[in-house]
């Protein structure tokens, strides 16, 4: 079971209504999401978690959601390569910040795409999923570097979700939290599985630390179903991070 003791956060942008997106909820209101985001920063911290805050970036509107820059593994940190052009800048500082924490960098590089919110861990292997923006030449190339440092790597398809973690995680124990298209997945069969009914699918996208489940505010059905399993849970309002395609686990790197 994998113990965290810190976090990387991103400040919103001022930018952040320019971001990416096919929500189709309205535009966000940074200063709320900034609002927001301090919540999280404080659940992360009830979580046991030493949390970096790094400041906003309004050369980037999406850069808050610092999960896709970067895979963080008890042995190496790995810089991706976003699949949306506009992100691909973001992977410049963070390779300075891991420099702090990471002894072995290691980064994917062109023709591969790869971003971290297409790449769930289960103990020392990492699903990863066949996105918009994650290709195969990405996924090859993460699996290589895994096994390099004695890790593994398998491929899992993504069809209508944007990255893997929209509709599944990891909450340890074997179990696995997901939406009806990946819950009937064959490589998931293996775990006890908490099926999300498809009108809270976006409580899919949580996260597990220490015990805990951090999932977005709002969804009764989902929060009932994590702690029936015996989860503690933190709920935390996300909606101006959801307006721009982001979920609690991409607003953190956690290690």
Known sequence: ???F???IVRTPSRRMADGLTTANLGKPDDRLARNQHGHYIEALRNCGLDVTI???DDNFPDSTFVEDTSLLTPHCAIIMNPGAPTRRGEITEIAEVLKRFYQNIEFIRTP???EAGDIMMVGSHFFIGLSKRTNTAGAGQLINL?????MTGSIVPVADSLHLKSGAAYLENDTLVATDRFSSHPEFRKFNMITIDENESYAA???WINGTVLIPSGFPR???AIESRGYRTIEVDVS??????GGISCLSLRF
């Open 146 to 150: 895994l096994e390099k440092y004695d």
């Open 5 to 7: 003791t810190k976090a």
């Open 205 to 207: 996208n949580c996260v």
């Open 54 to 56: 790094l400041k906003e």
């Open 112 to 114: 591969g795409t790869v």
């Open 222 to 224: 989902t929060k009932h």
């Open 240 to 245: 101006e991070f959801r307006k721009l395609d």
């Open 1 to 3: 079971m994998n113990k």
